[in-house]
């Protein structure tokens, strides 16, 4: 029997709340993020299992923090997801993998006239790059005549989004002058102030906020402070859990586009919880080191977006073979529970299209491995192996010294 995508499926859950709905038991799309940093901690090897073990009820019940504070700020929905279908198909070269490069890439750009017309003067879909540099391509828009012939400097425009609108970031509007975008463009246009709209994060921004986060980790860790690394610990667990979420991959994140409203919390949250504690095999084996996590992270997302089409899939054959009644209930006959519904999807698991499922687990292992070893305290290694812990020393003895690794 193949299970899987199943498990993959009990350590995914994310983003519940909004989908379950308000009268919905709020542990229903808990259960998988805790579960998943509750066993990642067992995947570590000696020396580092005995700090995280120590801290292990503090990364279960934190495990469910960012989706606890998604409605808080409009900044934290976005971090959960990434709807790749958006930028077209594989392989996505053109996504910079870097955020700021990305940001710039696909947000949108206008002046203000000294009329008070506004005009879009930079947009992705307007846009075309030809040898590193970019061309308006809308003949149609009037910034055609805003644009110098040969161009504009892909770099020098990067530069200056960086610059003067990425520091407004959190702020309401990104607002800056005509001067400093009039020398990248190489040309004077009427313009009294630009204003930049982010038509990108809205969209999700998952693989790059996971490297932000581990970034936070890593500092706490050669600052010594333990409440920020277990805080960064607990939530760098549950958003690599969303990333091996197929359905945090798409647009159509809860069926919405397909007729399938429900999805979502169906195959995250209803699956898990039915078979979890009796079906799935919990061993991965040890976390293994991971040389370059940014592109690791990339994997992970672009791995899980393959899987899309065979989870919308698998829910419209289960639509068509059961009354919507019986679709998503576990129904309690005289014999006992009946999960037929459920066994039936879990017969026509993808398996030529899936990969192992309990990466999402051992993953957070790894990644927690990388930053503790790999670059605590500033430590840098020249090969792709990570320097030993020091024989006798616990993880909090290695985390208080301020010297380096600890060495």
């Given at each position: 029997m193949?299970?899987?995508?199943?498990?993959?499926?009990?350590?995914?859950?994310?983003?519940?709340?909004?989908?379950?709905g308000?009268?919905?038991?709020?542990?229903?799309?808990?259960?998988?993020?805790?579960?998943?940093?509750r066993?990642?901690?067992?995947t570590?090897?000696?020396?580092?299992?005995?700090f995280?073990?120590?801290?292990?009820?503090y990364?279960?019940?934190?495990?469910?923090?960012?989706?606890?504070?998604?409605?808080?700020?409009?900044?934290?929905?976005?971090?959960?997801?990434?709807d790749?279908d958006?930028?077209?198909?594989?392989?996505?070269d053109h996504?910079?993998?870097?955020?700021?490069?990305?940001?710039?890439?696909?947000?949108?750009?206008y002046?203000?006239?000294?009329?008070?017309?506004?005009?879009?003067l930079?947009g992705y879909?307007?846009?075309?790059?030809?040898?590193?540099?970019?061309?308006?391509?809308?003949?149609?828009?009037?910034?055609?005549?805003?644009?110098?012939?040969?161009?504009?400097?892909?770099?020098?425009?990067?530069?200056w989004?960086?610059?003067?609108?990425?520091?407004?970031f959190?702020?309401?509007?990104?607002?800056?002058s005509?001067?400093?975008l009039k020398?990248?463009?190489?040309?004077?246009?009427?313009?009294?102030?630009?204003?930049a709209?982010?038509?990108?994060?809205?969209?999700?921004v998952l693989?790059?906020?996971?490297?932000?986060?581990?970034?936070?980790?890593?500092?706490?860790f050669?600052?010594?402070?333990?409440?920020?690394?277990?805080?960064?610990?607990?939530?760098?667990g549950?958003?690599?859990?969303?990333?091996?979420?197929?359905?945090h991959t798409?647009a159509?994140?809860n069926?919405?586009?397909?007729?399938?409203l429900?999805?979502?919390?169906?195959?995250e949250s209803r699956?898990?919880?039915?078979?979890?504690?009796?079906?799935?095999?919990?061993?991965?084996?040890?976390?293994?080191?991971?040389?370059?996590?940014?592109?690791?992270?990339?994997?992970?997302?672009?791995?899980?977006?393959r899987?899309?089409?065979?989870?919308?899939?698998?829910?419209?054959q289960?639509s068509?073979?059961?009354?919507?009644?019986?679709?998503y209930?576990?129904?309690?006959?005289?014999?006992?529970?009946?999960?037929?519904?459920?066994?039936?999807?879990?017969?026509?698991?993808?398996?030529?299209?899936?990969r192992?499922?309990?990466?999402?687990?051992?993953?957070?292992?790894?990644?927690?491995?990388?930053?503790?070893?790999?670059?605590?305290g500033?430590?840098?290694?020249?090969?792709?192996a990570?320097?030993?812990?020091?024989?006798?020393?616990?993880?909090?003895?290695?985390?208080?010294?301020?010297?380096?690794?600890?060495?």
């Open positions: 193949n299970k899987n995508l199943l498990f993959r499926i009990l350590f995914l859950a994310g983003a519940l709340l909004a989908l379950l308000a009268g919905a038991p709020a542990k229903w799309g808990f259960f998988g993020h805790r579960r998943l940093n066993l990642a901690v067992f570590l090897p000696p020396g580092m299992i005995g995280y073990k120590k801290h292990i009820e990364l279960t019940e934190h495990a469910v923090d960012p989706d606890k504070r998604r409605y808080a700020t409009r900044h934290e929905a976005p971090r959960h997801f990434l790749l958006r930028y077209g198909t594989f392989p996505f996504i910079p993998r870097r955020w700021a490069e990305a940001c710039a890439r696909f947000s949108d750009v002046v203000v006239t000294p009329a008070s017309d506004t005009l879009l930079y879909e307007q846009v075309r790059e030809v040898d590193g540099r970019w061309f308006w391509a809308d003949t149609l828009a009037d910034a055609r005549n805003y644009w110098p012939a040969e161009g504009i400097d892909k770099k020098a425009y990067q530069a989004f960086t610059q003067r609108i990425l520091p407004q959190y702020e309401e509007e990104w607002r800056t005509c001067d400093s020398q990248v463009f190489g040309v004077d246009f009427p313009c009294s102030e630009v204003l709209v982010d038509t990108f994060s809205v969209h999700g693989p790059y906020n996971l490297v932000q986060v581990q970034r936070r980790l890593t500092e706490a050669r600052s010594g402070n333990l409440p920020v690394i277990l805080r960064q610990s607990a939530e760098l549950h958003y690599i859990g969303d990333a091996h979420v197929p359905l798409t159509n994140y069926g919405q586009l397909t007729g399938q429900g999805i979502h919390a169906f195959w699956i898990p919880e039915l078979f979890a504690d009796q079906e799935y095999d919990y061993f991965v084996g040890p976390a293994v080191y991971i040389p370059d996590v940014e592109e690791y992270y990339w994997t992970i997302v672009f791995d899980s977006h899987l899309v089409d065979s989870v919308l899939v698998i829910e419209k289960l068509l073979a059961f009354p919507p009644d019986k679709q209930c576990y129904e309690r006959t005289a014999g006992g529970n009946d999960p037929d519904p459920m066994q039936r999807i879990r017969s026509r698991l993808p398996g030529s299209h899936e192992d499922g309990r990466t999402a687990m051992a993953g957070n292992g790894q990644v927690y491995r990388q930053r503790l070893v790999h670059r605590m500033g430590c840098r290694t020249t090969g792709s990570p320097p030993q812990w020091r024989p006798g020393r616990s993880p909090d003895q290695q985390i208080d010294q301020r010297n380096g690794c600890g060495v």
